[in-house]
């Protein structure tokens, strides 16, 4: 897809793609604790949160997988 954004986190990947008011809504968050996403844990996800981002991906039709999410190399 975008290859330009190798040194791209899951959460700023799946903020990019989905945009962090939809993330907040599908998540039951604040916008501010969807922004702290990318610098905790090295960007990712938090696993409680990860199927609803999911969810939100395949709705909308973006390609956004798993493996994405936790950071993990296809």
Same mark, same amino acid.
């Given at each position: 897809?975008?290859?330009? #954004?190798?040194?791209?986190? +899951?959460?700023?990947?799946? &903020? #990019? !793609? @989905?945009?962090?008011?939809? &993330?907040? *809504? /599908?998540?039951? @968050? %604040?916008?501010?604790?969807?922004?702290? *996403?990318? =610098? !905790? $844990? /090295?960007? #990712?996800? +938090?696993? =409680?949160?990860? +199927?609803?981002? !999911?969810? @939100?991906?395949? #709705? $909308?039709?973006?390609? !956004? %997988?798993?493996? /994405? @999410?936790?950071?993990?190399?296809?």
């Amino acid at each position: 897809m975008d290859n330009c #954004r190798t040194n791209e986190s +899951p959460a700023q990947k799946a &903020i #990019r !793609l @989905l945009g962090v008011k939809a &993330i907040a *809504w /599908e998540c039951d @968050l %604040t916008t501010d604790a969807v922004y702290k *996403w990318p =610098k !905790l $844990r /090295e960007g #990712r996800i +938090p696993s =409680k949160h990860q +199927p609803a981002v !999911l969810a @939100l991906a395949s #709705r $909308r039709g973006v390609p !956004l %997988t798993p493996a /994405e @999410l936790i950071g993990v190399a296809a």
